[in-house]
């Protein structure tokens, strides 16, 4: 069955560090979207990517869909408390279907 | 605009008894997931409509957990009877739909607070 595995688990970085997180699919996918979640919150969008090959940036966050639309991954530059939370990726195989990666975990320290 | 209501926030309940949540999505949403997040994990999609049809409801145990929304609009999950593996949020989200290809919108999901359930 279709499954996204998720690296880390987690990471621990000092304020001003980079962070990355990569999210692998066992099949293609239409697009692949990305979700940050707070400690007691809910999961929040953050991006979606479709097109093979996609780099979008947010400020200190970079996304990147692979040529082959099974990989992707999300950089933060420079992390900041204030990015402290779950990144998660879930994607989106057909109608709708998304399948959510089990997430990384981010802790800054200050 | 407001956002995606669930009700209750807590629930904690004995094993074997049952509980329902209920979900309404944001308006003009044709889309509606449930989720169950387990401490430390990702949602795992439970049951999926599209408007007042289910879509995919292949990981729901439908031995114990049943859904539906009526009208299309508002949604109910109920467990019953309730196991200690039950225990977890259950999330509600929704999202426009289908049939945005092309159009520059996001299939974003837009998700509810939560009920956390805690079964003893």
């Known amino acids: 069955g279709q499954q996204v595995m998720q690296i880390p688990q987690y990471q621990h970085v000092q304020e001003g560090e980079d962070f990355t997180t990569y999210c692998n699919s066992s099949?293609?996918?239409?697009?692949i979207q990305w979700y940050k979640q707070r400690p007691g919150g809910h999961p929040v969008f953050l991006i979606q990517l479709v097109k093979s090959g996609e780099v979008k940036k947010q400020k200190r966050l970079t996304f990147q869909f692979g040529e082959a639309k099974k990989n992707s991954s999300l950089h933060i530059t420079a992390t900041q408390t204030t990015d402290v939370g779950t990144y998660f990726c879930a994607g989106e195989a057909n109608f709708n279907k998304f399948y959510f990666g089990s997430g990384t975990k981010l802790n800054v320290k200050p | 605009e407001a956002g995606v209501a669930q009700s209750p926030r807590y629930k904690i309940i004995e094993k074997r008894q049952s509980v329902a949540f209920w979900c309404n999505p944001i308006s003009g949403h044709a889309t509606l997931y449930w989720y169950q997040q387990i401490l430390g994990q990702g949602p795992k999609l439970l049951i999926q409509f599209q408007n007042n049809g289910v879509v995919d409801d292949s990981q729901l145990p439908k031995d114990r957990f049943s859904a539906e929304r009526l009208k299309g609009v508002d949604s109910t999950l109920k467990i019953q009877p309730a196991k200690l593996e039950d225990s977890a949020v259950y999330l509600c989200?929704?999202?426009?739909?289908?049939?945005?290809?092309?159009?520059?919108?996001?299939?974003?999901?837009?998700f509810g607070p939560g009920t956390r359930l805690t079964v003893l």
């Open positions: 099949t293609t996918l239409s697009n």
């Open positions: 989200a929704s999202s426009l739909g289908a049939g945005l290809a092309g159009t520059g919108l996001y299939n974003e999901q837009f």
